[in-house]
């Protein structure tokens, strides 16, 4: 018997985003159903064509631990709920008054100020609904995850947190610390918790489960350096999102507290280290490896 | 031996709120943990006098199923949390656009809008993370929780839907059955869920859930109704909120669709069925009868 061909990422990839977006698909109230308005925001939203790199990094750190995680791409969806409800806040005029995401109008800006923060809300609600809903792991996994969800998304050392020290954050008082604990929170917190909600879902033993978080870290950091490289370096139209706005903004970025060589640098370190951190684990954590080298070569 | 002198309402409520205020003040960060602002601004809108009905009921509802519900106070104070997370959104200028809260300024008057949409987002974040840790239950009760609360707090059916539907909602088309609708899912979902997560935690019946759950749903409706008319008949500084914006605000009410006599009417119809559907427990169920009386009767 020959080995069957391994598909290449791109294609891994693309049916993971499938397989997600027929999950988000069944969780997310139709657009018939009352209050429809509602519904319809979420949706639009949602299925703005994301590239579910949370939901993708649960799945592949599950397979990284068992060949058998049956149904980890309801668990994985919850990540991109809670994202997304993120980014509909985030996006909010009171906020960063964002126009434009993931190519199309921002929430806010198609339902309307008051339906946009209901959304985001009801993402968020929806998201431990769903985990409360799963099946094929333990009550006492499902309460694990539940707390993941919760941590990473709170205000200490979680996402919330992270977007208040951003807000706050002038560039003014920049410093390598300041940057370090906004992005480990704002974007950090959930790419890590992302990796960790697959390996609980898989039953990961604690040194294993170590192993991911490190993972998570490293390719969290990575992420951000990346995002704030092309913040200054692509056009709109490529990220799907207004680009410079960091600058315009005033925000704390790598590139601005380190340069944009040494920003490189550093997230190449990163990605060097995510690998260092899967050491532990046999050829089946490579789609994770290849996530983090991924994550590191985007131009998007 | 002579039986215990019983504490009076008035007693009970308030060494029950002095409960749940303790535990809440160990669950929300302390204003000096990093980044304080936002939990600043959760403490000022979790801690501003609320009559902590919600969790009351939680607490009422276990006592009702069984002597030794040890620590339920933890489960109940989440519904505080999410309570104080709807109002802190609901009073933003995009929403309800409302100044007074609790008879201080609302959460974003004094903190922001940005602070005041991340401390809502955090507050309902929280509840999950404290379901996750609650301890003298088994994980499957803490789950079973998990998604009372994600229920209540949603779209369909739940506090977000009912609120969509009471912002989309004119006095012009006003229906009795929109009215039901909108008040069923707006108060009514977290206040029955309220008594439902104490009956949870309880370790109850299925017959006896059932029996709480009706219960919960005829105060909430008799809640409501009291609402209603008190937005029209008190003064602002009695409710420590500004009266009469209903009217302002062209809101359906039960005042505005059924008069004033006949919503007083059914608010008593509501407590009375509360009584009834509470016929199959004994005595342990008193503060459940009263606090059916209590709400009926308040004057704020």
């Known amino acids: 018997m020959t080995k069957p061909e391994r598909a290449s990422l791109q294609d891994y990839l693309a049916e ?4 997600i977006d027929g999950v988000l698909d069944r ?35 599950a397979d990284s631990i068992s060949d058998a995680a049956s149904g980890v791409e309801h668990a994985a969806a919850t990540l991109e709920l809670v994202h997304t409800y993120s980014l509909i806040h985030d996006d909010l005029p009171a906020l960063d008054n964002d126009d434009l995401r993931r190519g199309r109008p921002t929430c806010h800006k198609v ?5 946009a ?3 985001g809300d009801a993402l968020l609600t929806l998201s431990f609904e769903v985990l409360s ?34 807000l706050e954050g002038e560039r ?30 898989a039953g ?4 294993q489960l170590e192993a991911i978080s490190r993972y998570g870290e490293h390719i969290g950091l990575a992420f951000q350096i990346i995002d704030d490289i092309l913040d200054v370096q692509a056009p709109s139209e490529a990220l799907g999102k207004t ?58």
Do not use: C
Not at 16 to 19: E, F, G, I, L, M
Not at 111 to 115: L, T, V
Not at 187 to 199: D, K, N, P, Q
């Open 16 to 19: 993971r985003v499938q397989a």
């Open 27 to 61: 969780w997310v109230p139709e657009e018939s159903i009352e209050p429809a308005s509602i519904h319809k925001a979420m949706r639009y939203s949602l299925f703005a064509g994301g590239k579910r790199i949370r939901p993708i990094l649960a799945i592949a750190a």
């Open 111 to 115: 339902f309307g100020e008051a339906i």
């Open 117 to 119: 923060i209901l959304a």
């Open 133 to 166: 809903r799963i099946e094929h792991v333990s009550a006492a996994q499902k309460i694990r995850l539940v707390e993941e969800l919760a941590r990473a998304g709170g205000t200490v050392g979680g996402m919330i947190g992270g977007q208040v020290n951003d």
């Open 172 to 201: 003014k008082n920049a410093t390598p610390a300041l940057l370090d604990s906004i992005h480990r929170a704002k974007t950090g917190a959930l790419l890590r918790a992302s990796a960790r909600v697959g390996a609980i879902y």
């Open 204 to 207: 990961a033993s604690e040194e």
């Open 243 to 300: 680009a410079g706005k960091d600058e315009a903004q005033q925000k704390i970025t790598f590139p601005a507290v380190y340069g944009l060589e040494r920003s490189r640098e550093m997230a190449e370190e990163e990605r060097v280290a995510a690998h260092a951190a899967l050491r532990m684990f046999d050829d089946r954590a490579d789609r994770l490896r290849e996530i983090a080298d991924f994550i590191v070569q985007r131009k998007t």
